[in-house]
Nanobody, 115 residues
Framework: QVQLVESGGGLVQAGGSLTLSCVAS????????AGWYRQAPGKQREFVAT???????NYTDSVKGRFTISRGSASNTIFLQMNSLKPEDTAVYFC?????????WGQGTAVTVSS
């Protein structure tokens, strides 16, 4: 059974940086598309960034120039490097990987940015 586990969240001051990781286990296949999403308190989950298996990336406007999604050396590991963090980036961040046309989600990792 495929499982995704995120890590790297925490408390950081505004202007600081964090790197989130997402590792998929239980599969020998790589992802078609992987992405990061976030859900702030009282709000709906929103798209943050995606990465295709061929290396194309896409970002929501609010994080462009500050966040970078990348792939690790292991085929099912992705990262989200977050720089110049703002209080409005505070949310639970979720990883999603599409593997053989099926979407898998992690449980999320909390990021809190203090002003």
């Amino acid at each position: 059974q495929v499982q995704l586990v995120e890590s790297g969240g925490g408390l950081v001051q505004a202007g600081g940086s964090l790197t989130l990781s997402c590792v998929a286990s239980g599969t020998i296949f790589g992802f078609n598309v992987a992405g990061w999403y976030r859900q702030a308190p009282g709000k709906q989950r929103e798209f943050v960034a995606t990465l295709t298996g061929t290396g194309s990336t896409n970002y929501t406007d609010s994080v462009k120039g500050r966040f970078t999604i990348s792939r690790g050396s292991a085929s099912n590991t992705i990262f989200l490097q977050m720089n110049s963090l703002k209080p409005e980036d505070t949310a639970v961040y979720f990883c999603k990987q599409q593997i053989i046309l099926r979407d898998y989600w992690g449980q999320g990792t909390a990021v809190t940015v203090s002003s």
